[in-house]
């Protein structure tokens, strides 16, 4: 027998988009925030060359400067206020999380419900002005080490330059929370998805120029769309993926009434470590080709025998690069999934796993299912984010053609879908219910 919510489910659609109003200005409110997002893009700091910054970057695209340029739409390339972007607070969310894993205190705080994550979101943002800080100082002394990019190097330069990314940061967290809590989606993840976006156009229009002029074959064009719709299409499909373990619930008796057992089921997503993996792999992997750009030829010998074996292309890269996404994926589930947890929260409230008995068997059963579905995941991730990877290497593809930008920019578009589905959803029981009553007081 089919329930009312899976019947509205199946009649969802998005006409219905028109009647809900608190929608409406939740989208519009999105938008405003993200337009708000891309104009901030376009504001340099003030004391820089933009010609010798373009001759910088041009140099250092290829090393993780061309990884945080995609996350932030060309803000990097154009050494705007957004230049640092999110990724300050995306580092520090993750560094929380792992010593919540290893600090009594810490994990604690996360036991104590809405005050506790209150209090680990205020440490969160605590740690990322200090990593801004950081990597603010950073970019403004290695700004003032390449060339004539810096009109009046100096401390006055590092201040500004580090008040101005700091301050810019700060800004997208507020905004990106203000976004999760008025709009719709996640606001975090929908400023970098809008850095993707904003700048696949441009990537696209210079593949076609690339073509027009010989440098690729308009057989690898075609076949890099068809491609990107086969990866899309495929992606959506491993998104969707879910191992469900049926839990039982007996019966039980609540004063006078009995109420029957019942069963639900326990999803395990195939990707549970979502996009963090190809992110933190790709990262680690261009740190030392964007110290030897930094350095232009003058670095130590070793420096460029590491950066000449693991070039984009390379056997090595790609070696590395697939290793280490399947290390961050089982790295990463294991941080955001506790098994013996999930089974205590089973056996408080009395649900048991079949055949298994609740407890400590439950959660080694948990951790079996989960291992053996990561191990798919992790194969998953490696081969969406290493075709792409191969396209960029011998066809000379943009960047933002990667199997990293692909994985966000799905992962986001469903969440965001999802959402939207749900505050419909959400509008349709509010009228049923309000029909419901106009029904019952003209009975009356």
Same mark, same amino acid.
């Given at each position: 027998?089919?329930?009312?919510?899976?019947?509205?489910?199946?009649?969802?659609?998005?006409?219905?988009?028109?009647?809900?109003?608190?929608?409406?200005?939740?989208?519009?409110?999105?938008?405003?925030?993200?337009?708000?997002?891309?104009?901030?893009?376009?504001?340099?700091?003030?004391?820089?060359?933009?010609?010798?910054?373009?001759?910088?970057?041009?140099?250092?695209?290829?090393?993780?400067?061309?990884?945080?340029?995609? $996350?932030?739409?060309?803000?990097?390339?154009?050494?705007?206020?957004?230049?640092?972007?999110?990724?300050?607070?995306?580092?520090?969310?993750?560094?929380?999380?792992?010593?919540?894993?290893?600090?009594?205190?810490?994990?604690?705080?996360?036991?104590?419900?809405?005050?506790?994550?209150?209090?680990?979101?205020?440490?969160?943002?605590?740690?990322?002005?200090?990593?801004?800080?950081?990597?603010?100082?950073?970019?403004?002394?290695?700004?003032?080490?390449?060339?004539?990019?810096?009109?009046?190097?100096?401390?006055?330069?590092?201040?500004?330059?580090?008040?101005?990314?700091?301050?810019?940061?700060? $800004?997208?967290?507020?905004?990106?929370?203000?976004?999760?809590?008025?709009?719709?989606?996640?606001?975090?993840?929908?400023?970098?998805?809008?850095?993707?976006?904003?700048?696949?156009?441009?990537?696209?229009?210079?593949?076609?120029?690339?073509?027009?002029?010989?440098? #690729?074959?308009?057989?690898?064009?075609?076949?890099?769309?068809?491609?990107?719709?086969?990866?899309?299409?495929?992606?959506?499909?491993?998104?969707?993926?879910?191992?469900?373990?049926?839990?039982?619930?007996?019966?039980?008796?609540?004063?006078?009434?009995?109420?029957?057992?019942?069963?639900?089921?326990?999803?395990?997503?195939?990707?549970?470590?979502?996009?963090?993996?190809?992110?933190?792999?790709?990262?680690?992997?261009?740190?030392?080709?964007?110290?030897?750009?930094?350095?232009?030829?003058?670095?130590?010998?070793?420096?460029?025998?590491?950066?000449?074996? #693991?070039?984009?292309?390379?056997?090595?890269?790609?070696?590395?690069?697939?290793?280490?996404?399947?290390?961050?994926?089982?790295?990463?589930?294991?941080?955001?999934?506790?098994?013996?947890?999930?089974?205590?929260?089973?056996?408080?409230?009395?649900?048991?796993?079949?055949?298994?008995?609740?407890?400590?068997?439950?959660?080694?059963?948990?951790?079996?299912?989960?291992?053996?579905?990561?191990?798919?995941?992790?194969?998953?991730?490696?081969?969406?984010?290493?075709?792409?990877?191969?396209?960029?290497?011998?066809?000379?593809?943009?960047?933002?053609?990667?199997?990293?930008?692909?994985?966000?920019?799905?992962?986001?578009?469903?969440?965001?879908?999802?959402?939207?589905?749900?505050?419909?959803?959400?509008?349709?029981?509010?009228?049923?219910?309000?029909?419901?009553?106009?029904?019952?007081?003209?009975?009356?």
């Amino acid at each position: 027998m089919v329930s009312a919510a899976e019947q509205l489910a199946a009649n969802l659609n998005f006409g219905a988009l028109g009647k809900a109003e608190e929608l409406k200005k939740r989208i519009w409110f999105t938008l405003g925030a993200l337009l708000v997002y891309r104009l901030g893009t376009y504001i340099p700091m003030p004391g820089i060359n933009p010609d010798a910054l373009a001759d910088v970057f041009k140099n250092a695209q290829q090393g993780i400067i061309g990884l945080f340029n995609m $996350f932030s739409g060309g803000a990097v390339q154009r050494m705007a206020i957004f230049a640092l972007n999110i990724m300050p607070y995306i580092s520090a969310s993750i560094i929380i999380q792992l010593l919540t894993s290893v600090s009594p205190t810490l994990e604690a705080l996360k036991k104590e419900g809405e005050a506790g994550r209150k209090q680990l979101n205020q440490y969160t943002r605590y740690l990322t002005v200090v990593l801004a800080l950081f990597q603010a100082y950073g970019i403004a002394v290695g700004l003032e080490g390449s060339g004539s990019v810096v009109a009046e190097p100096g401390w006055f330069f590092r201040i500004s330059t580090v008040l101005t990314l700091t301050g810019g940061t700060m $800004f997208l967290m507020w905004l990106g929370e203000q976004i999760t809590s008025r709009g719709i989606g996640n606001g975090t993840s929908l400023i970098i998805f809008a850095g993707i976006v904003a700048e696949l156009p441009g990537a696209f229009v210079r593949t076609l120029e690339l073509g027009r002029e010989g440098a #690729i074959s308009t057989v690898v064009i075609l076949g890099m769309l068809v491609m990107a719709v086969v990866v899309i299409a495929f992606i959506v499909f491993m998104e969707r993926a879910q191992r469900r373990l049926l839990i039982q619930y007996p019966k039980r008796q609540v004063g006078n009434r009995i109420y029957e057992g019942q069963s639900s089921h326990l999803p395990l997503k195939l990707n549970t470590s979502g996009v963090i993996p190809p992110i933190f792999a790709s990262s680690l992997l261009l740190i030392p080709t964007t110290i030897a750009s930094f350095m232009q030829g003058s670095g130590p010998e070793w420096l460029q025998t590491v950066t000449t074996y #693991i070039g984009h292309g390379r056997p090595l890269y790609m070696v590395l690069y697939v290793a280490l996404i399947v290390f961050f994926c089982f790295f990463y589930t294991a941080i955001v999934f506790n098994p013996v947890e999930t089974a205590d929260n089973l056996k408080k409230h009395g649900g048991f796993i079949p055949g298994i008995r609740p407890g400590e068997r439950t959660a080694e059963y948990i951790d079996y299912v989960l291992t053996r579905i990561t191990v798919v995941g992790a194969a998953y991730i490696a081969a969406v984010c290493l075709f792409p990877e191969l396209l960029i290497s011998y066809a000379s593809l943009p960047f933002y053609f990667g199997g990293t930008s692909l994985l966000i920019v799905v992962s986001v578009t469903m969440d965001t879908v999802s959402q939207i589905q749900g505050h419909l959803l959400a509008h349709q029981y509010e009228g049923l219910v309000k029909k419901a009553k106009l029904r019952g007081g003209r009975r009356k």
